[in-house]
């Protein structure tokens, strides 16, 4: 059984799988979840390969939720839309009060501003977050822009 991380991230395609290695690599534990199971296997054969990073891939929603220390934190780099609200939906079942999503994808701002609300009344924190540098950036250095309130 792999051991409880401080971070969690759903979504791995070019930039989540580059940011969560990232991660990784600059020695956080992190979870992975993506519901194509075959990008999870993917992304945990790279940090293998990688050095061994510390990279834990997780095929079903509510193993990833469980396997990250609380108050739980989990980024989402999904495109943006419907994709994030399913996404949100599927994970939520399974996170507490005082846990926290990050939105890591490209989001109109209304969406963003009405996913606080829903996630206000749930008791979870939801925070937008804009990653900037592609591909390489999200590896090897991405510029990250939180922006919402606690």
């Not at 990073?53 to 989990?74: A, C, M, T, W």
């Not at 399974?94 to 969406?111: F, L, P, T």
């Amino acid at each position: 059984m792999a051991p409880l991380t401080r971070i969690g991230l759903a979504g791995l395609a070019v930039m989540g799988q580059n940011l969560a290695l990232n991660i990784a690599e600059k020695g956080f534990p992190i979870s992975v979840y993506n519901r194509t199971t075959s990008k999870v296997d993917e992304t945990v054969e790279r940090a293998k390969q990688e050095g061994d990073l510390p990279l834990y891939g997780f095929h079903d929603p509510e193993s990833f939720v469980n396997s990250i220390q609380k108050p739980r934190v989990i980024i989402m780099l999904v495109k943006a839309g419907r994709p994030v609200d399913e996404t949100i939906k599927t994970l939520s079942v399974y996170m507490e009060k005082g846990d926290c999503i990050i939105d890591g994808g490209n989001e109109w701002y209304e969406n963003t501003e009405r996913r606080e609300k829903e996630m206000e009344e749930k008791g979870l924190l939801y925070l937008g977050m804009g990653v900037s540098g592609g591909e390489e950036g999200a590896r090897h250095g991405p510029s990250l822009m939180p922006g919402g309130s606690f």
